[in-house]
């Protein structure tokens, strides 16, 4: 309903609340003050719950309904139909102008949100010589959407990528292309799958041949504690590797401010966390001349192997520690697959032990397993495989529809950005925390809720605006928009930094996307029954001022969604 009104609004009631709430109940308030259309009045209507799962405001309800009435709202009252619940009816002529006027380029509340925060999204994670598999793609698909919607609130927000690279699978990679004589030329070329092949030879070797395994371990040993001689040629796999990576993200729309690997937490370069760890008494050495922390009776976790050589977890600990010294965060979240709950649970608990009084700024920010996404031809084991394949079955549909307006030629891009746009959507749209099916047709659908339809709505506003011969009137005149089907569709885009809100609050991207797809059935439905073209030029440019405010709302969500609004298809 414009962030203005919102605010407005929101400041009111907070002071009939007086002190009966906790300041972030305040907060809250703002995300649940609901807009809606009467339809039998056709009033603009925000309803207000006076309990939610944040506040219980029940005993300032009288306080509430005898609030004045003032340029926002006309009227406040009781629901009758549900009780714990406030109406306000909004000044319509103020409400229609503020959201047809409103350019939604951030979601500020000023004095009453808390902005500035310095958030640290670290995502999509891949490891070196191994597959980036479909938990990755979800990763890089939410963390990218996490760290936008962090940003659009004015938060101060680092994208990090933490690259697998350590570990003792990385001897087995190192030996395999030591075996396979591997080309520095070629590998510049092709490195993420040449490193797999060569971990997936030294593999296969080890399973007849026991001393590979010896001697990947041995490899991986004097890369831990420094003294492996090709330590530099390493450095330049990897360095061949993010490249490849930074291509393919592009293709996504992703974008990290920084690659930190594994491997600058090794044994070597911690000692002074172990120190530390050492005297608070933390690590005790187990029966296996492990150290490790105890973290009750039954739990014991290793932190140090008996070789000298760190873990995951150690690593995760240093990395922990090392961003904190550098940016002194007041969120962390890791955005990882559920399977790893675990992990993250003991890194918290452990940096707990250790007294760091951020520890419970971390959060592991999980989401569930994407079923049945591989390419036709098999199980697509690369990012680029996944998004390849994406891009065929697109192009397939785009040369089907008599409604392609693009060449399609090599040069035009909407085939890829499309494929994206299904492929994000369709994951987007799901409660994180849910495991789902992947299927081609159900994502690419142009009829059902996809991505797909999401850009076809975004094209069809972009052609009414070039072709309707109408042009934006100077100042909005809500006069002239009263039909019923306008108002929905004002109402609905009015709709929009509620989600936003919403969607923050939660990191539910789902709550965006499902409001973005009713957006576009609202336009859709506008773009039926209300002419532009041939109307009188006054209701032409105030209707033309409509669709133009839902478009610049949908471009605005799908960005935040991390897709590229298309203005042709
Ligand atoms: N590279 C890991 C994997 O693929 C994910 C890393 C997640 N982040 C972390 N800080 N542990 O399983």
């Known amino acids: 309903m414009s962030v203005k009104i919102r605010t407005e609004l929101c400041k009111r009631i907070k002071g009939s609340l007086g002190n009966t709430q906790p300041p972030e109940a305040v907060n809250a308030v703002l995300s649940y003050l609901d807009l809606r259309r009467d339809n039998s009045s056709g009033d603009f209507i925000v309803s207000l719950p006076l309990r939610t799962r944040e506040y219980d405001a029940r005993s300032s309800a009288d306080n509430i309904v005898s609030l004045k009435p003032d340029g926002v709202f006309t009227e406040v009252r009781p629901n009758e139909n549900r009780l714990d619940n406030v109406l306000f009816r909004l000044n319509r002529d103020r409400c229609v102008r503020e959201i047809l006027e409103n350019d939604p380029k951030t979601v500020t509340i000023p004095g009453i949100d808390d902005v500035g925060k310095k958030i640290i999204v670290e995502f999509s994670s891949p490891n070196i010589a191994k597959p980036f598999h479909v938990g990755h793609l979800r990763s890089t698909i939410i963390g990218n959407y996490v760290a936008n919607i962090n940003n659009f609130m004015r938060n101060d927000v680092r994208r990090i990528n933490y690259l697998g690279d350590w570990g003792t699978q990385f001897g087995f990679v190192q030996l ?23 971990y997936v030879h030294a593999n296969k070797l080890a399973i007849t041949d026991p001393s590979i395994a010896e001697r990947a371990r041995e490899i991986f040993n004097d890369l ?7 330590i530099g040629k390493w450095e330049t796999f990897r360095q061949f590797t993010v490249d490849e990576l930074t291509a393919t993200y592009q293709r996504l ?7 930190n690997w594994e491997s600058t937490y090794n044994a070597k370069n911690i000692s002074q966390i172990i120190s530390l760890m050492e005297s608070q008494g933390l690590l005790i050495t187990d029966s296996e001349c492990r150290k490790v922390v105890s973290l009750h009776e039954k739990r014991q976790v290793p932190i140090i192997k008996s070789d000298g050589s760190t873990l995951y977890l150690t690593r995760d600990i240093a990395a922990a520690v090392d961003r904190f010294d550098r940016y002194k965060f007041d969120a962390m979240y890791y955005v990882v697959d559920t399977a790893q709950n675990e992990h993250f649970a003991t890194l918290i608990k452990i940096l707990e032990k250790m007294k760091f009084p951020w520890a419970d700024r971390l959060t592991h920010l999980k ?14 084991v690369f990012l680029k495989d996944i998004l390849d394949e994406t891009q065929a079955v697109m192009r397939e549909n785009q040369i089907q529809s008599p409604t392609t307006k693009v060449s399609l030629d090599s040069s035009d891009k909407s085939t890829d950005i499309l494929g994206i746009s299904a492929v994000i959507i369709n994951d987007l749209k799901q409660r994180r925390s849910k495991d789902y099916n992947f299927d081609w047709n159900t994502a690419l659908d142009i009829k059902g809720d996809t991505g797909v339809k999401m850009q076809y709505v975004h094209c069809r506003l972009k052609s009414l605006e070039e072709n309707s011969g109408a042009k934006l009137p100077t100042e909005c005149d809500p006069s002239l928009l009263r039909e019923q089907i306008v108002e929905e569709l004002i109402v609905q885009i009015g709709r929009f930094d509620q989600a936003v809100i919403k969607s923050h609050r939660e990191l539910e991207p789902c709550i965006l996307v499902n409001y973005l797809f009713g957006l576009s059935h609202a336009v859709n439905k506008g773009l039926k029954e209300i002419r532009v073209k041939g109307e009188p030029d006054d209701v032409a440019s105030q209707r033309l001022l409509v669709f133009y405010a839902a478009k610049r709302v949908l471009a605005q969500g799908m960005k935040l969604l991390g897709l590229q609004p298309l203005d042709k298809m």
């Open 176 to 198: 395999g292309i030591n075996l396979l004589n591997v080309a520095d030329e070629k590998m510049k070329q092709e490195p993420i799958k040449l490193l797999y092949d060569a």
């Open 224 to 230: 831990e504690s420094g003294n492996a001689r090709d």
């Open 253 to 259: 729309g992703v974008k990290f401010d920084e690659y």
């Open 367 to 380: 989401f569930g397993r994407i079923k049945g996404m591989s390419t036709r031809k098999g199980s697509a």
